[in-house]
């Protein structure tokens, strides 16, 4: 059983900077996979950034140059952050997880189906 925690969101400015944190507790194995999703408003659910435990990362086309999806092993800690940010980039945000588990090396989408352990959210709202 694994429990994910974020923390890190707040209301920012367009052009501002946040940094998303998710506190994973349980074991997670030497081999997961870990990632950040998004839901603005009315809207379906989206992948943002992933990453494997070999540091192997995949961003959304949304996101690329301007996020950056971390982990720190030994803390258990889930790291996004999030640069120039856009009103767009407004949602609630979500970590994911599934321990013990690598997806296909060719994996290019950050599908949620593939996590099986999610957290609670965390709410980022970005302002003009």
């Known amino acids: 059983q694994v429990q994910l925690v974020e923390s890190g969101g707040g209301s920012v400015q367009v052009g501002g900077s946040l940094r998303l944190s998710c506190a994973a507790s349980g074991y997670l194995y030497r081999r997961h996979y870990m990632g950040w999703f998004r839901q603005a408003s009315g809207k379906e659910r989206e992948g943002v950034a992933a990453?494997?435990?070999?540091?192997?990362?995949t961003y959304a086309d949304s996101v690329k140059g301007r996020f950056t999806i971390s982990q720190d092993n030994a803390k258990s800690t889930l790291y996004l952050q999030m640069n120039s940010l856009k009103p767009e980039d407004t949602a609630m945000y979500y970590c994911?997880?599934?321990?013990?588990?690598?997806?296909?090396?060719?994996?290019?989408?950050?599908?949620?189906?593939?996590?099986?352990?999610w957290g609670q959210g965390t709410q980022v709202t970005v302002s003009s």
């Open positions: 990453i494997v435990d070999d540091g192997t990362t």
């Open positions: 994911a997880a599934t321990p013990g588990w690598r997806p296909d090396p060719d994996t290019s989408d950050i599908v949620a189906s593939l996590f099986g352990y």
